[in-house]
């Protein structure tokens, strides 16, 4: 048998993982785009999805989202020209900034919370709702362990 039948018969953690996370995002940013956000792209997710109402800073999304500092800042720079967001002085360290989100922004973390909520609904009432919660945490798990691994081999190197 092939690789990639067999593959295909029975996909590994990265593959589901990857498919998964695909085909939520092409559903999501497709849906947002018909509901007036047409010009942002799922990499604008690493910022958005973690962004906090009343602003967040850019060293607390790299941690959230795992990208690099200097991911978001180039992601932070194309939501600032898209008009999404805003770079503040943080009152807590005048030395940070924060990003804050424009009424733009709150708009689409609105319209995005909602949409995922959407396909969370409808995959939990496939499964069954205890079935969903069981693969939720399940996946949560899944999540902090790798999560755990990358961060011991970063303080490590």
Do not use: C, N, W
Not at 78 to 98: I, M, N, T
Not at 123 to 136: P, S, T
Not at 139 to 144: A, L, P
Request: charged share 30%.
């Amino acid at each position: 048998m092939r690789r990639s039948e067999r593959k295909q018969i029975d996909p590994d953690l990265g593959m589901m993982a990857g498919q998964t996370l695909f085909t939520i995002q092409k559903e999501l940013f497709e849906t947002l785009a018909q509901q007036g956000h047409p010009r942002l792209r799922p990499r604008h997710g690493a910022v958005l999805a973690y962004l906090d109402e009343e602003g967040s800073r850019a060293t607390d999304l790299s941690l959230q989202s795992g990208q690099h500092k200097q991911v978001i800042g180039t992601l932070v720079d194309e939501l600032v020209e898209l008009g999404y967001v805003r770079r503040e002085p943080d009152p807590q360290d005048r030395r940070a900034k924060l990003i804050v989100p424009t009424a733009l922004g709150l708009d689409e973390m609105a319209r995005s919370d909602a949409i995922m909520a959407a396909i969370e609904h409808r995959h939990a009432r496939a499964l069954g709702e205890d079935v969903y919660a069981v693969f939720k945490q399940a996946f949560r798990q899944v999540t902090e362990l790798q999560r755990a691994r990358r961060d011991q081999h970063s303080s490590q190197a």
